[in-house]
């Protein structure tokens, strides 16, 4: 076991929590990411073999499945495999093998910083940050949408979403989701 | 004065406010211009040009007049109309434009000199000397004739944006707007209704009608409340739609706070919404417009309707005695209104013949105004009857009506034109209407109370029909439909000044004398005259300057046209349209996975793009930046340096043909790269030019991680994306950035290997053999933490590139210094890394600047003629090949000390500083600690034969001209032996 203590993508040890009015914006890195896409000629294997580790069904375009492990839609027959990191720190290894010769597969853990919106009003909120209808957006959509002129992935899961920002973005798109929940 | 009952004011609460120091009081519900109505005050500002006194003529965003300046410091704001400015305790308002006072303004000296400043005074005036212009003529006249001012304190508010969505947005929640609004949430669409007014309901508010036998405010605050029940329905006051945009888009700024002595924490001063609308009904009503006559500016005269709004809405009539001066029924209802509301209305004088008689006051058949009088305000105004016998007559205020102009502005956006209609003498909105826009009520003719009511209805229901949402038009409650006839009349005769546009000084003569000196189109005249600019747009003006200008040219207003209708339809603070994006928030910033660290160590960061990069860490006692950067090389090519290169681009290229795929995207040959290796690659652009540089190391048969230059990274994605999709679809190729995945340090130095032997993990053998250069690897650090490690080097050491999971960055650099202490790790920036790349000839962006070729960067055999790949072909091209071109090389200032500046031109001694003496230019350069001499590197002609030739590094812009020795652009180890030690 290595000694090298990570930092969260705000830099601290800890993640953040800010509670603005009625939303809670949480940071989380407890979740790591693979990214994996069909090889050529294999989209059907490939997604059988994801409807398998996922233990559901693959998403859809522009939405997300799964339920203790995740995988949303990233692209033609290219999705983002979410997993707890406690557990799954090396998806990426693991997923290379499960799907050797069927998908290409990259490991995205750290490329991404995730914080999760919860609480009143996270609609609201989002009406500030990005042009998505969410009101006729489907439960579990997953889509590519600008915020703050950075490139995120916004999910809605229940009550909650979850905004991918890339990392290094992560103090800007941050400050922009405060400042936005404060605006409510 | 505030009539003794009546209006939408509370009068059990009193708000204190100032007006040029002065204290006065009003009520909540009360805007700036009624407050100070109530209180007597009609003097309000001084006219642009001639200082003219002027009072407000209008009780809504249309006012030219009553422009003041609200708040202090940072909240500055000038040119805010008085008539939406909304009352709140403490509200501090100035006058503008006057000095030093407004009841005395030395300026108003300009008002005498009238006859000279007539139309295109200035530009017949200020001709010569031309110099004069920027530099005296025009600070002067600013200085003169001007609205408010800023005071350039940064603005401590903030500012927002947002989207909005809906089915059908409303704009304006008058009686039209209203209906509109409750026919479409009833069946169930999505509806936003957005209106300028902190009150909603627009005319309603200002009348005394009745709807559905109930005061027509009533119906209206009843409409609201069931509105605002309603989940579907979004209302949103104080917000003025801007503009009309593409696609159903809409701008409109909604006032969070305005109406605050400043924002509640964290809440925006005002947001800036851009709605997506998949239907939208105009329903901005009317604007009145008023008659020209001689001295038409008196504070007391403004516009009938507004008269009637002051009374009902305010409970504030501006005098005791008012006249109404009218050419059609309009004024008539308001003179009828006044008298109700216990208002003494002493004539109305009509311009018709057959005017109707009316109840309670002496209708003045055929009559004009023909003259006013006082000094700071109305005191009488004279009557012409129609048999020419004139007389006057004592009054504060008289109240104008010329007609309604439906308010057509935003169904203009995209350069529609309205169209005339004789019936009521105004422009209604038609032809091009933006795509998705209905009108309704009186934005679209439809002046009537009950018309209003049933468009709007009916507009809603067609709206939805298109979109397939079944509605069915509620019962309309009873309403009038009282005629509206009009004969037009736009200007009394004579030859006083009589106004068009108060705001910009236009007067009937500015007209006449543009159309004798020849502008006949209208956007000319707006431009010569002013008429219709500044913040008002000409809302009461326009028309009238059409109308005058009609009538000379001997043809109709409507073949006259109108000008150009643009966005935004009322003045938009630059904060609004900044939102968020201010200061350090201005764009956001990556930062690096040692930010926190290399901030701990006192470094200064360097924007590179957006990130933010350590540019050189300053150590206690140096002095100056150039002391820490020889430092940090030195101590780098002696023993052993650290930087964080993170930022430069990954890209992970999977698949079975990942290596026939790059063998096409790089001009030299990739297809038997083996495993485990990395190699130095230059992609071209189709056009044969260099694009980018990089290294791709294979980490397997079917996988390789490219890397690119860090401004490159994106574009060389896009373009390797675009290759792998529409290029050759059929290879087997799956491409993801990386970037971000992976912190990425150098280890640079002869003491590198020893270093790195202290973190990564036993099984890896480091040595010279077992890891030569150019190798790569997948591998394990710390003790078992996943790891590459690329034996690659920018600085021309001994040197490798390890990359871990992005968040243990921090960690790993904390370890680098903590592990190689005694070996005197020193980590270096942005400068040494660019000062040591220059010293080994790496060429960086400066040089792969777009324009040059491989064989410019002395690259030329790299481009392989064994096999084809992005621009091979178009690099062979004659003008790119020919013998004496530019190539790389390197430049030694002939005195060390002496700098050379990146970006000098190369010439002969003694040649003139010439185009056509011009040898080349030098693209980067720094001193070179390690040779101790200033040195560049440099594109000159035929360089490679010129070694040891002594050239000039020119700068004609800045004077400098430094002797230089042209030499291999390989300062430092030009053999590779230490890289390969």
């Known amino acids: 076991m290595h000694d090298l203590a990570p930092l969260t993508a705000l830099g601290a040890a800890t993640p953040r929590h800010d509670m603005i009015g009625g939303v809670t914006i949480a940071e989380n890195p407890n979740v790591a990411l693979a990214s994996v896409a069909a090889r050529r000629g294999k989209s059907e294997p490939c997604a059988t073999a994801l409807a398998d580790w996922l233990g559901a069904p693959v998403p859809e375009v522009a939405q997300h499945s799964g339920d203790a492990k995740t995988g949303f839609w990233l692209g033609p027959d290219m999705w983002m495999l979410e997993a707890p990191f406690a557990t799954h720190e090396d998806m990426a290894r693991d997923l290379g093998t499960r799907f050797e010769g069927l998908a290409s597969v990259t490991e995205q853990t ?13 609609d609201d909120m989002l009406a500030r940050l990005t042009n998505l209808d969410l009101a006729t957006l489907p439960n579990r959509f997953a889509r590519r949408t600008v915020m703050e002129h950075i490139g995120c992935y916004l999910l809605r899961r229940g009550a909650t979403y979850s905004v991918y920002g890339p990392r290094s973005f992560a103090a800007s798109l941050h400050h922009a989701l405060c400042l936005s929940a404060g605006a409510l | 004065m505030r009539l003794p009952s009546g209006g939408q004011i509370d009068r059990s609460q009193s708000l204190r406010f100032t007006f040029d120091g002065q204290q006065y009081r009003g009520h909540p519900g009360d805007t ?20 003219r006194p002027r009072g407000p003529i209008a009780a809504g965003s249309e006012e030219p007049n009553a422009l003041v300046t ?4 940072g ?10 400015a909304e009352l709140f ?24 000199l009238s006859p000279f400043l007539t139309a295109g005074f200035y530009y017949k005036t200020f001709m010569w000397p031309a110099a004069f212009w920027e530099k005296l003529y025009e600070p002067m006249i600013r200085r003169a004739a001007g609205l408010g001012a800023i005071s350039t304190d940064p603005d401590p508010d903030s500012y927002d944006k947002g989207f909005l969505h809906c089915d059908l947005l409303v704009i304006g929640a008058g009686p039209s707007g209203l209906m509109a609004a409750l026919t479409a949430a009833r069946a169930g669409a999505r509806v936003i209704l957005a209106d300028e007014d902190y009150t909603p309901g627009g005319r309603l508010n200002a009348s005394a009608e009745q709807i559905g036998g109930q005061a027509a405010t009533d119906w209206a605050a009843q409409v609201l409340a069931e509105l605002g029940t309603l989940p579907n329905v979004r209302i949103l006051p104080r917000t003025t739609v801007v503009g009309a945009f593409d696609h159903g888009i809409y701008g409109a700024v909604e006032r969070v706070s305005d109406h605050l002595p400043q924002p509640l924490p964290g809440k925006p001063r005002q947001t800036l919404w ?5 239907r939208a009904v105009l329903c901005a009503g009317a604007l009145e417009r008023p008659i020209a006559f001689a001295d038409n500016d008196r504070p007391g005269i403004m516009l009938a309707g507004a008269l009637a709004a002051y009374a009902h809405r305010w409970a504030v009539s501006p005098a005791s005695r008012v006249a109404i001066f009218t050419n059609n029924d309009s004024g008539h209802a308001t003179a009828r209104d006044l008298i109700a509301l216990g208002v003494d209305v002493r004539a109305v004088i009509d311009t018709r013949a057959d005017a109707p008689k009316l109840d309670g006051t002496e209708v003045i058949a055929g009559g004009q105004i023909t003259g006013t009088r006082g000094r700071l305000g109305l005191s009488a105004a004279q009557i012409t009857r129609a048999n020419g016998r004139s007389h006057w007559l004592e009054v504060g205020a008289l109240g104008v009506s010329g007609g309604w102009n439906p308010n057509v502005a935003l169904s203009c956006h995209q350069r529609g034109r309205p169209v005339w209609r004789d019936d009521i003498a105004s422009f209604v909105p038609g032809g091009m209407l933006p795509v998705g826009m209905l009108v309704a009520g009186a934005a679209a003719g439809q002046f009537g109370t009950h018309a209003a009511l049933a468009g709007g209805a009916a507009q809603a229901a067609a709206a939805l029909g298109d979109l397939g949402i079944p509605a069915s038009t509620p019962d309309l409650p009873q309403a009038d439909d009282a005629l509206y006839r009009i004969t037009p009349f736009w200007h009394v005769g004579g030859t006083k000044r009589a106004w068009l546009d108060f705001q910009n000084d236009v007067t009937v003569k500015d007209v006449k004398l543009a159309h004798q000196e020849g502008f006949r189109s209208v956007e000319h005249l707006k431009r010569y005259t002013t008429l219709g600019m500044a913040t008002d747009q000409g809302k009461t003006s326009n028309l009238g300057g059409l109308a005058v200008m009609a009538e000379l040219a001997g043809q109709s207003i409507e073949a006259t046209g109108t000008t150009m209708f643009r966005p935004p339809y009322t003045p938009v603070a630059m904060g609004a349209l900044a939102g968020r994006a201010t200061g350090p928030d201005f764009k956001p910033t990556r930062k690096t996975p040692s930010h926190v660290w290399a901030t701990e160590q006192g470094a200064t960061f360097v924007e590179v793009g957006q990130w933010l990069r350590a540019q050189y860490f300053p150590h206690a006692g140096e002095t100056h930046w150039r002391q820490t950067v020889d430092r940090e090389v030195n101590a780098t090519r002696s023993g052993v340096g650290i930087c964080d290169v993170t930022t430069l681009g990954k890209i992970d290229v999977q698949g079975a043909d990942a290596a026939a795929f790059l063998n096409r995207i790089y001009c030299n040959g990739f297809a038997k790269l083996a495993v485990g290796k990395t190699r130095y690659g230059l992609m071209l652009r189709e056009d044969g030019i ?10 397997a048969e079917d996988h390789f991680v490219v890397t690119t ?3 490159n990274a994106v574009p060389v994605f896009r373009h390797m994306e675009f290759a792998r999709q529409c290029l050759w679809p059929d290879m087997d190729v799956q491409l993801v950035s990386t970037t971000e995945a992976w912190a990425q340090v150098a280890v640079a130095g002869p003491k590198s290997r020893e270093l790195l032997q202290r973190i990564v993990d036993p099984a890896y053998d480091l040595s010279n053999d077992a890891f030569p250069f150019m190798g790569c690897a997948e591998i394990t650090v710390c003790g078992g933490l996943r790891a590459r490690l690329f034996r690659i080097s920018f600085s021309g050491e001994l040197a490798f590139e390890l990359a871990v999971p992005t968040r243990y960055g921090d960690a790993l650099m904390r370890r680098l210094m903590d592990k190689g202490a005694d070996l005197g790790v020193t980590p270096y920036g942005t400068e040494a890394l660019g000062v040591m790349r220059i010293e080994k000839g790496h060429a960086a962006g400066n040089e792969l600047n777009g324009t040059t070729t491989a064989r410019n960067l002395g690259l030329g055999r790299m481009v392989s003629t064994k096999k084809d790949s992005i621009g091979a072909v178009l690099s062979r091209r004659e003008g790119l090949t020919e013998e004496g071109g530019l190539e790389l090389v390197g430049l030694r200032a002939v005195n060390p000390q002496k700098q050379i500046p990146a970006g000098a031109h190369i010439l002969e001694p003694g040649a003139a500083a010439t185009a056509a003496n011009d040898l080349g230019y030098a693209t980067s350069a720094c001193y070179s600690p390690t040779i101790g001499s200033y040195i560049a590197l440099a594109f000159v002609q035929a360089g490679g034969t010129r070694m040891g030739t002594r050239l000039r590094a020119a700068s004609p812009l800045t004077g400098v001209d430094v002797p230089v020795e042209i030499v291999s652009p390989h300062f430092v180890d030009p053999e590779g032996e230490r890289l390969r030690a």
């Open chain 2, 75 to 84: 909240r500055q704001e000038p040119n805010t109309r008085a008539t939406v």
């Open chain 2, 274 to 278: 851009r709605i997506y609308s998949k």
């Open chain 2, 32 to 51: 700036l211009a009624s407050a100070l109505l109530a209180n007597g005050v009609r003097l309000m500002g001084r006219s642009f040009k001639y200082h």
């Open chain 1, 110 to 122: 750290d490329a991404w910083a995730r914080f999760d919106l919860s609480g009143d009003g996270p």
């Open chain 2, 690 to 699: 260099a694009m980018d540089d990089g290294t791709a190391a294979r980490l």
């Open chain 2, 709 to 711: 230059t860090t401004a």
């Open chain 2, 70 to 73: 609200l708040g202090r410091g």
């Open chain 2, 89 to 112: 305790d403490g509200l501090e308002a100035r006058s503008q434009n006057a000095w030093p006072g407004l009841r005395f303004d030395a300026m108003a000296i300009n008002d005498r």
